[in-house]
């Protein structure tokens, strides 16, 4: 039940919006009304459904009156949040009622499509540097729905595979990424596991050593380090510590990083962390192509995957190749943009930022080349020399702390691998050294922006 | 059986026919065998200590000496693609699985010919052929890890059981109630075995555990335990073959607390300050674990003291082969340290 806020408004006629369900839901659908226009109501009554990728919701009434108008039609998707919805008259006011006067900027009309839409309008380039058949067709689809989908192929193609996790089955996974996987495989495959990571990442490791093929969620990486020892201690090292007899063919995934207005606890990016590990692969994929043809990558692959995905880019829709079995490589970057002025490093949700400020620096006469890593161990070094051997200048790009960060391992590597190519030194945009701020313009101070990366790229340029 | 059952956290419900009064017997073969079996453990770790005074082993090293009859008498009961994952103090288990003392000893050594090619160590050795999944160091951890190949189990319908060990110091880890719960909310055949020593690491169960009857530790989960004289190996194997019934039976996991004694320090490097040498000394005189067989034996009239020499010497010359091959045996070559790190099958770099 999520209970609207009513508008600041007259006190005859109060404006229902459209509630956010989550702290990054910034739209969502309409499903139904289950009051009419002139409908009386009380406050607490359930006037309609809204429904998002990830929830369905009722929405209650705040106060007593009628339902003077319907401002967006059963079934209008993609309904902003704060859209007004409906306008509730006081008692005596008659159901044609008009909206209340000078209180709402927005139009109170019935809106097929968000006044502001969320950020996938950013066209992704979304091109996969693997070489597609000519001709192949392409379906949208969120990160949400290509991660689910990954798993669907994997567990029809091999009965080894399962998923084990909290909420991964009757609830539909905490985030929906496992949506409809218990009516397909059962509860043999889906698996709710009481809230016990420790134990259940132990747990998914001896499955693993025992032959099967295991995808641990973690309903969020924060809550991984809870079952740091298991990961690290059993599920990187047994390979080499048996001398190579015992693999650990698991695959830990769940989203990574900072969501929204979380708070320190909830907002850790572990990139760096996993990244430090020998026998662990960590995969960070941005687009819905690269989610679903790495997933499947992981699943397949006999080692030890740290699949870290990002909350914020569920919701977000890509172009993925309609193929009967779509893989990408594990530890090959992809060349996002094409350009030969600076290389912008990037990865996961940096490449939102990387995306953004490419565009501003094109319209500022900069080329930029983003390189998407996509996996961070094994990183795709040569890639990255050899986009700097033809630019000269390198920026990073990440959500996670500063020291001994993604961006200083590239920086490193660099020093290393391509010195003599370096026409300035490589800059690290990364999240602030501090822990996540709950306060809104706090916590978009903590984060990367894409003016900061403008900045930085304008830097290296001697711009 | 009904959740609220709280006859199931007495101890385990015996299923077909009741102990003997006066402890369950062996047939001679069975003594036999048992003696042989832990006298190879014994002699085994005595060299291992030997060779680690000449400083031919290094790190850690954590001697099973007094508590062969643990996993001796559960092996008696393994059949066939039964599992066994224990922690650091791990010689006599992998002994006990069959695997080649060659190949133990050489990987105490570091050497190319052990286990896990000296990557290993004392604490880290594998072997799936043998069904031995480690050999792990991080007190506790490897209960969830046995936890997961009894899930395995279940998940491919088998009816095998894994036997998961671990000592009264993992026993106070938050990992281990982790485990019960998922273990008996699935009815997943593990048969959880506490080798209770008496002393985690240089503390005593009585400073360290608040309720030091480990039996009773899966109460709040409705997981039967039973406490076991862990020095009779008769009565070791009577309880194992009880607990994997209740396994195979479909029943859920069971606890057994072995009460057992190391004499030997934590690790080589004790000097166990923190027990008086009287009391070692009357658990080696009143309680060894294979004395106790030996005695029976003679006794009995079931052999003579030839037979046993004969068997202690078969057993001398199988070590003596082990020390001579981890002594001799080459380091492993320095390519090594580069290999094993990423399964080569993986997909992508």
């Keep these: 039940m999520y209970c609207t806020l009513p508008a600041p408004d007259s006190d005859m006629a109060t404006n229902v919006l459209m509630p956010a369900l989550s702290p990054t839901m910034e739209q969502g659908k309409l499903t139904k009304w289950l009051k009419k226009e002139g409908d009386p109501v009380k406050s607490g009554d359930v006037i309609a459904e809204i429904e ?36 509730i008259a006081g008692e005596g006011e008659t159901a044609s009622s008009e909206v209340a006067p000078g209180s709402e900027p927005a139009t109170p009309e019935p809106q097929p499509t968000p006044a502001v839409p969320m950020a996938p309008a950013a066209a992704p380039k979304g091109v996969p540097a693997e070489a597609l058949p000519e001709g192949t067709a392409m379906v949208t689809m969120t990160v949400r729905e290509a991660l689910r989908d990954a798993m669907a192929e994997e567990m029809r193609r091999d009965e080894t595979v399962f998923i084990l996790g909290e909420e991964v089955a009757e609830y539909q996974g905490a985030y929906k990424i496992t949506q409809g996987l218990l009516d397909e495989f059962g509860a043999r495959r889906v698996v709710d596991t009481p809230i016990t990571e420790h134990g259940f990442a132990g747990l998914g490791v001896g499955a693993a050593m025992a032959g099967l093929r295991p995808i641990v969620e973690f309903m969020t990486f924060n809550f991984a380090m809870q079952a740091m020892d298991q990961i690290i201690n059993s599920a990187a090292k047994t ?25 320190a606890q909830h907002s850790q990016d572990y990139c760096a962390w996993y990244s430090n590990v020998p026998g662990l692969k960590v995969v960070v994929p941005y687009t819905a192509a690269d989610a679903k043809g ?132 490589v800059v690290r945009i990364t999240g602030k050294d501090v822990p996540m701020p709950y306060a809104a313009n706090l916590e978009k101070l903590a984060l990367p922006s894409v003016a900061e990366v403008v900045e930085a790229v304008k830097a290296v340029c001697y711009r | 059986m009904a959740p609220s059952d709280t006859a199931r956290s007495k101890p385990a419900p015996r299923k077909g026919k009741a102990t003997p009064a006066q402890g369950p017997s062996f047939t001679r073969e069975e003594e036999l065998e048992a003696y042989r079996r832990m006298l190879l453990i014994r002699r085994f770790e005595e060299r291992a200590g030997q060779m680690y005074g000449m400083g031919l082993i290094g790190g850690f090293c954590h001697l099973y000496i007094g508590q062969e009859a643990v996993v001796t008498g559960v092996m008696m ?44 160590g004392s604490m880290h050795m594998f072997s799936k052929a043998k ?77 360290s ?26 009565a070791v194997k009577a309880a194992a073959q009880r607990a994997t019934d209740w396994c195979r039976g479909g029943n859920g996991p069971i606890i057994l607390e072995m009460q057992t004694y190391r ?16 009391e070692v000394q009357k658990m080696r005189e009143e309680h060894d674990p294979i004395e106790q067989v030996r005695q029976r034996l003679l006794s009995g009239k079931q052999a003579s003291e030839d037979e046993l020499k004969a068997i202690d010497a078969e057993v001398r010359a199988t070590i003596a082969e082990a020390v001579d091959f981890a002594s001799h045996d080459a380091e492993p070559d320095p390519a090594e340290l580069w290999t094993d790190v990423l399964h080569p099958a993986g997909a992508g770099l």
């Excluded at chain 1, 919701?57 to 009156?65: F, L, N, Q, R």
């Excluded at chain 1, 940096?350 to 094994?378: C, H, S, V, W």
């Excluded at chain 2, 050999?135 to 036997?163: K, S």
């Design chain 1, 52 to 87: 998002t990728d990830k929830a369905t919701m009722e929405v209650e009434a705040v106060d007593d009156g009628l339902i003077a108008k319907i401002l967006v039609p059963d079934g209008t998707e993609n309904v902003a949040v704060n859209t007004p919805i409906a306008v």
């Design chain 2, 131 to 207: 069904q031995f999944y480690g050999g792990h160091g991080i007190v506790g951890a490897q209960v969830p890890l046995g936890t997961g190949i009894a899930f395995a189990n279940r998940y491919r319908g088998n009816d095998n059981v894994c036997f998961t060990y671990f000592g009264d110091g993992a026993a106070n880890q938050g990992q281990v109630y982790e485990s019960f719960n998922m273990a008996e909310l699935w009815k997943l055949p593990v048969v959880y075995i506490v080798e209770n020593n008496r002393y985690a690491m240089g503390t005593s169960v009585t400073r």
């Design chain 2, 209 to 234: 555990s608040a309720l030091t009857d480990f039996s009773k530790r899966g109460q709040s989960f409705n997981i039967p335990g039973e406490q076991v004289d862990g020095m009779d190996v008769r």
């Design chain 2, 263 to 278: 004499y030997r320090g934590h690790s080589m490097s004790d000097p166990a300050k923190y027990r008086s040498k009287e």
């Design chain 1, 294 to 425: 790495l997933l499947k990558s992981a699943i397949r692959d006999p080692n030890p995957v740290i699949f870290l995905e990002n909350e914020i880019l569920y919701g977000h829709s890509f172009e993925v190749p309609q193929v009967e079995d779509h893989l990408v490589p594990i530890g090959v970057a992809r060349i996002a943009r094409e350009g030969k002025d600076v290389t912008i490093v990037s990865f996961g949700i940096g490449m939102t930022y990387a995306e953004k400020a490419a565009t501003e620096l094109e319209a500022q006469g900069i080329d930029a080349e983003i390189l998407d890593l996509r996996t961070l161990r094994p990183m795709d070094t040569a890639a990255i020399v050899e986009s700097v051997k033809k630019t000269g200048r390198c920026v990073t790009v990440e959500e996670g702390w500063p020291q001994c960060g993604i961006g200083a391992e590239i920086s490193a590597r660099l020093m290393e691998q391509a010195f003599d190519y370096l026409d300035a030194p």
């Design chain 2, 77 to 120: 009961v393994a059949k066939e693609g039964d599992q066994t994952i224990t922690s650091y103090r791990d010689h006599g288990h992998m002994l006990a699985c069959g695997m080649d003392p060659k190949g133990v000893m050489a990987e105490l050594t570091g050497r190319r010919g052990g286990y896990s090619k000296g990557k290993g």
């Design chain 1, 239 to 263: 390979l080499y510590m048996s001398g190579g007899q015992m693999g650990c063919p698991v695959v830990f995934r769940g989203p990574n990083g900072a969501a929204a207005r979380v708070a």
